[in-house]
């Protein structure tokens, strides 16, 4: 017998809100996980549409056999700013208390970067309002502050574009070639989520590491494996690896879902 991290109640009450907003907002697919990001324990993980494994034949669209959360790959957007935040926080080139002036727009060499309302916040715009406004412009001004090649060795650190390793088949690894460009703005658009694509589950293990302590953890669904002769083999995972300080990031903790 295999016994699986995932908890009844937990994957109920994700079920659930998946089937809502699945109706909410009349999508072709919706995901989710819930992860324990000091651990990477998988509590809940479901995709819809869904199968029942008992009636494989009554399935028409192959499609469904995937679990989208370790083997689809999409640009994350605006959830992925508070990864670069933790960046720029991390290496010391802002700190909570740094300000700078929103204008609204941004040209990166004729390519022109606006915040999603196109409106600026003006002078003194604080770091935390980045993240609770959900500001463009301000993620380009913390990349600026990094340095494209530093930013993007943070994103690698935080696992982009790199598998997992979770137990389960069929793990893709993303496309994450802007991270390599000397292009600025690929950079810049890489901060808020634009121009990379990463699979779900890379997405909430790196946003596990801005709440346990700056560490990436690795995600798993199986817990123990009881024998036959009824014993029994926990499995080990290998240690968290640090890849964050962990002194400044938590201070956003509080702001990852914008």
């Known amino acids: 017998d295999v016994v699986l991290t995932i908890d009844a109640e937990v ?68 959830i992925i700013k508070p990864l670069t935040m933790a960046s720029a926080l991390d290496s010391g080139a802002v700190t909570e208390d740094t300000t700078y002036n929103d204008t609204g727009f941004r040209d990166l060499n004729g390519y022109k970067v606006k915040n999603f309302d196109s409106k600026p916040r003006g002078p003194g715009t604080t770091m935390q309002t980045i993240l609770d406004k959900s500001i463009n412009v301000g993620i380009v001004f913390l990349v600026e502050q990094l340095g494209a090649k530093r930013f993007q060795d943070y994103f690698k650190k935080f696992g982009l574009g790199d598998e ?33 694509a990463v699979t779900p589950i890379q997405t909430i293990r790196a946003l596990a590491a801005l709440g346990n302590g700056g560490k990436l953890v690795n995600p798993h669904v199986v817990d123990t494996i009881i024998y036959q002769n009824g014993t029994t083999k926990k499995i080990a995972q290998d240690p968290p690896l640090q890849i964050l300080q962990g002194t400044q990031v938590n201070v956003f903790h509080e702001c990852w879902c914008m």
Do not use: C
């Open 11 to 78: 994957e109920r009450a994700l079920h659930s809100a998946l089937v809502e907003t699945k109706k909410q907002w009349n999508s072709e697919t919706i995901g989710g996980i819930i992860m324990d990001p000091q651990t990477g324990a998988i509590l809940a993980m479901e995709t819809l549409p869904s199968f029942d494994p008992n009636n494989y034949s009554l399935v028409k669209d192959p499609s469904q056999f995937i679990n989208q959360n370790v083997s689809g790959v999409y640009e994350m957007g605006s």
């Open 164 to 196: 997992t390793g979770i137990d389960l088949p069929g793990e893709a690894s993303g496309l994450t070639k802007n991270l390599d460009s000397p292009v600025f703005v690929d950079s810049a658009t890489a901060g808020f989520g634009q121009g990379i």
